[in-house]
């Protein structure tokens, strides 16, 4: 079963107006979140993450916002620029215990930004 | 430069035919980790390592084998590879409690016909 979910395979925007991508997860356990990026032939890279102690975190265009009764969060991008084309992947990872370091990975999501 | 180094790229074999894909890391991190990536599924955590020695199964192990005898280095066995086992992998690496932040390698492509 997949436990983090992004229901949208690719996301289509204009360069300047705000990119919005969605995950959802159904693990309660879950307690942290985080969202990578993805060039074609490079490995994933850390873009923002987030704690479940909070609802939103921001690093200059991007802001992380979480919604823990919804199991639901989203990757906003503004303003969205050519060079933020990439496969967007969310991740979930509970703290310690046996399962310490663990990602579950969402399906990931193509962002398009056009000119 | 800080990285996670991936050897080969790219590598087609064939059914049965062992195979070892290289891990290295220059960042003194105890956590090791490998993924495999398909279509439609995202990325599945194959086995990890907590440290030295230390290492156990993640959500998708059978097939593979690892092993940690140094803390830099972390390969991924495939003792007798299989079509299914066709993916991308990746490698990656962290501190203990740094959050589950992790470094990723470039990625190796196999193909196994």
């Known amino acids: 079963d997949q436990q983090v979910k992004q229901n949208s395979p690719s996301l289509s925007v204009q360069e300047g107006r705000i990119s919005i991508l969605n995950c959802d997860y159904t693990n309660s356990m879950f307690d942290y979140f985080l969202w990578y990026k993805k060039y074609p032939a490079e490995g994933p890279t850390f873009l923002i993450s987030i704690s479940s102690i909070k609802d939103k975190n921001e690093d200059g265009r991007f802001t992380v916002f979480l919604n823990k009764s919804a199991k639901h969060l989203s990757l906003h991008i503004v303003p969205s620029q050519p060079g933020d084309s990439a496969v967007y992947f969310c991740?979930?990872?509970?703290?310690?215990?046996?399962?310490?370091?663990?990602?579950?990975f969402g399906q990931g999501t193509i962002l398009t930004v056009h000119p | 430069e800080a990285q996670v180094t991936q050897n080969p790229r790219y590598l087609i074999t064939v059914t049965g035919k062992k195979l070892t894909v290289t891990c290295s890391q220059n960042?003194?991190?105890?956590?090791m980790s490998w993924y495999r990536q398909d279509p439609g599924l995202g990325l599945r955590q194959i086995y990890y390592?907590?440290?030295?020695?230390?290492?156990d199964k993640g959500d998708v192990p059978e097939g593979y084998k690892v092993s940690r005898k140094e803390k830099r280095n972390f390969p991924l066995i495939l003792e007798s590879p299989s079509p299914n086992q066709t993916s991308l992998y990746f490698c990656?690496?962290?501190?203990?409690?740094?959050?589950?932040?992790?470094?990723f390698g470039a990625g190796t492509r196999l193909s196994v016909l």
């Open positions: 990656a690496s962290s501190f203990v409690g740094a959050k589950n932040i992790q470094y």
């Open positions: 991740a979930a990872s509970v703290k310690g215990g046996t399962s310490y370091g663990k990602l579950t």
């Open positions: 960042m003194n991190h105890e956590y």
């Open positions: 390592s907590m440290n030295v020695e230390v290492t």
